[in-house]
């Protein structure tokens, strides 16, 4: 699915890249760019600077890594796949346009139930978990939330359009199995 301006002059003007996300992936660019993604229980954070048209969506996979993991691993490098990390890549991401969070919008996609049971506490589901941590990350940066589609069941699809902050969800809630 590809999104493009409606107008023909609109079309003529604008030359745009589209990335695909896959989990634990993140990108941060230009105006010209849409960045599309599929989520569940992941949760996705576009961030939108109004003024330069300049911004970015990662997509987690979980809250945070566990430090046992990091010092076993010896991990340095930055991974994407984790909420706390992911937001680390935004900051350096901003750095090299010269801007800070606190200047974005942020608006946050997923954390969705992927089965019907409701059997499983609230500590075992990893989509609220991811939705805590995208909230608590946002809140503690002075980043502004501007719109949140999150948590329920099913899968979402969204395609982030830089050049004005939009964001496209198509959702698509878990069904009951009929006997």
């Not at 991990?75 to 992911?86: M, P």
């Not at 503690?140 to 329920?152: D, M, T, V, Y």
């Amino acid at each position: 699915m590809k999104f493009i301006p409606t107008t023909k002059e609109d079309q003529s003007k604008r030359s745009v890249i589209s990335r695909f996300l896959n989990p634990g992936d993140f990108y941060f660019g230009d105006s010209n760019c849409q960045i599309h993604t599929v989520l569940g229980s992941c949760v996705a954070i576009t961030l939108w600077h109004p003024i330069l048209h300049i911004g970015g969506m990662c997509h987690f996979i979980l809250p945070g890594r566990r430090m046992s993991d990091r010092v076993r691993h010896g991990v340095e490098e930055l991974n994407g796949r984790y909420a706390d990390e992911a937001i680390i890549l935004f900051e350096e991401a901003m750095l090299k346009y010269g801007t800070n969070l606190s200047e974005y919008e942020a608006k946050i996609f997923g954390g969705s139930s992927m089965t019907l049971a409701s059997r499983i506490q609230e500590e075992q589901m990893v989509g609220l978990r991811n939705i805590e941590a995208a909230l608590k990350h946002l809140f503690e940066k002075e980043i502004s939330l501007k719109f949140a589609h999150i948590g329920e069941t099913g899968h979402r699809r969204i395609v982030f359009d830089v050049e004005n902050g939009d964001v496209w969800v198509k959702y698509e809630p878990l069904k009951k199995k009929t006997p």
